[in-house]
């Protein structure tokens, strides 16, 4: 099936050995209010992991774990007692009330030439790319794209990539501008952010789950980048899309700034260098449960300071594990 076009991901946050993080301040799709309902997740009996009579931690029923909630449901996919979510008779769901997991059948993410925001409709990986800002200044992606966010559609790549020719097309934004009107840094900085991010495992709009790469070393991409960027990975420790979401700082992913280049180039970072920014939960990276792929733009700021950022621009191409 095609994806839908509102799919929502993003909040804000060397040499070719690097490391990946979050951007604080990351949108959601499908809402934070959870599903269910009496009419909305299953029964007792349900067989797709979405309901059961007892379920109590936003999923599953009675020999399920993940899923959608039930009719005593205390947390996530709601239910006719459910005291958290949407909750209610009739429940509307969102992108809390649902989590699985899916080991890659490959370690290509993404080479984007099929021209579409979305990506492996049948595979794991399976997601979209979205880019998102706030603080004012310009963003631009694709001709779909309307600022501050949205989905972004692969372009035809310019420079074409001489180390790598047989790619046609590649995720393009940049911008510049954007300003904390807070002038902090750190977990204050959610006023002000841009982040570019593709998810690893959202079939839907409503659907939030995470990708076990524990057989890979990292991530790679080809690139030109441009401007203080930072790439980042999330997991259900640090994302706040998680279900159940563990975090109460979130954003604060693993990673690493970029080195700049205005030439085609091949980062590669591997997980056991990434690092956390420090404003959030710290916790331990885990390479099996991995949420996103994030390029985080940095955007300045002090106790006394708060200066907008100067001019960014990032290409993405053929990204992968390895």
Same mark, same amino acid.
């Given at each position: 099936?095609?994806?839908?076009?509102?799919?929502?991901?993003?909040?804000?946050?060397?040499?070719?050995?690097?490391?990946?993080? $979050?951007?604080?301040?990351?949108m959601v799709?499908?809402?934070?209010?959870?599903?269910?309902?009496?009419?909305g997740k299953?029964?007792?009996?349900?067989?797709?992991?979405?309901?059961?009579?007892?379920?109590?931690?936003?999923?599953?029923?009675?020999?399920?774990?993940?899923?959608?909630?039930?009719?005593?449901?205390?947390?996530g996919g709601?239910?006719?007692?459910?005291?958290?979510?949407?909750?209610?008779?009739?429940?509307?769901?969102?992108?809390?009330?649902?989590?699985?997991? $899916?080991?890659?059948?490959?370690?290509?993410?993404?080479?984007?030439?099929?021209?579409?925001?979305?990506?492996?409709?049948?595979? $794991?990986?399976?997601?979209?790319?979205?880019?998102?800002?706030?603080?004012?200044?310009?963003?631009?992606?694709?001709?779909?794209?309307?600022?501050?966010?949205?989905?972004?559609?692969?372009?035809?790549?310019?420079?074409?990539?001489?180390?790598?020719?047989?790619?046609?097309?590649?995720?393009?934004?940049?911008?510049?501008?954007?300003?904390?009107?807070?002038?902090?840094?750190?977990?204050?900085?959610?006023?002000?952010?841009?982040?570019?991010?593709?998810?690893?495992?959202?079939?839907?709009?409503?659907?939030?789950?995470?990708?076990?790469?524990?057989?890979?070393?990292?991530?790679?991409?080809?690139?030109?980048?441009?401007?203080?960027?930072?790439?980042?990975?999330?997991?259900?420790?640090?994302?706040?899309?998680?279900?159940?979401?563990? $975090?109460?700082?979130?954003?604060?992913?693993?990673?690493?700034?970029?080195?700049?280049?205005?030439?085609?180039?091949?980062?590669?970072?591997?997980?056991?260098?990434?690092?956390?920014?420090?404003?959030?939960?710290?916790?331990?990276?885990?390479?099996?449960?991995?949420?996103?792929?994030?390029?985080?733009?940095?955007?300045?700021?002090?106790?006394?300071?708060?200066?907008?950022?100067?001019?960014?621009?990032?290409?993405?191409?053929?990204?992968?594990?390895?």
């Amino acid at each position: 099936m095609k994806r839908k076009s509102h799919l929502i991901l993003a909040f804000l946050v060397c040499s070719c050995a690097l490391s990946l993080a $979050c951007a604080s301040g990351e949108m959601v799709g499908g809402g934070d209010n959870g599903g269910g309902g009496s009419t909305g997740k299953g029964g007792s009996t349900s067989g797709t992991g979405r309901g059961g009579s007892t379920s109590t931690t936003g999923g599953g029923g009675t020999t399920f774990t993940t899923g959608g909630g039930g009719s005593t449901s205390t947390t996530g996919g709601g239910g006719t007692t459910s005291t958290t979510g949407s909750g209610g008779t009739t429940g509307t769901g969102g992108v809390t009330g649902f989590m699985m997991s $899916c080991t890659p059948t490959a370690a290509l993410i993404s080479n984007m030439e099929d021209g579409n925001f979305y990506y492996n409709d049948l595979g $794991c990986p399976d997601g979209s790319w979205y880019l998102a800002t706030a603080g004012g200044g310009t963003a631009t992606a694709n001709p779909g794209f309307t600022a501050p966010s949205g989905s972004v559609t692969p372009v035809a790549i310019s420079p074409a990539n001489a180390m790598n020719s047989a790619s046609t097309k590649g995720i393009h934004v940049s911008g510049s501008g954007q300003k904390d009107s807070l002038g902090t840094t750190g977990m204050n900085n959610y006023d002000a952010y841009v982040s570019l991010s593709v998810s690893l495992n959202q079939p839907s709009s409503t659907q939030a789950g995470y990708v076990i790469a524990s057989s890979y070393q990292g991530v790679q991409f080809w690139g030109m980048v441009t401007g203080p960027v930072r790439v980042q990975v999330s997991t259900t420790a640090t994302d706040q899309d998680a279900v159940p979401k563990t $975090c109460t700082k979130c954003s604060d992913h693993f990673g690493a700034t970029l080195p700049a280049s205005t030439s085609w180039m091949l980062y590669k970072i591997p997980f056991s260098s990434l690092t956390q920014e420090g404003f959030g939960d710290p916790v331990t990276f885990s390479s099996a449960s991995v949420m996103k792929v994030l390029w985080k733009v940095l955007i300045p700021g002090t106790a006394t300071t708060n200066p907008a950022v100067g001019a960014w621009d990032i290409w993405v191409d053929d990204l992968s594990f390895y």
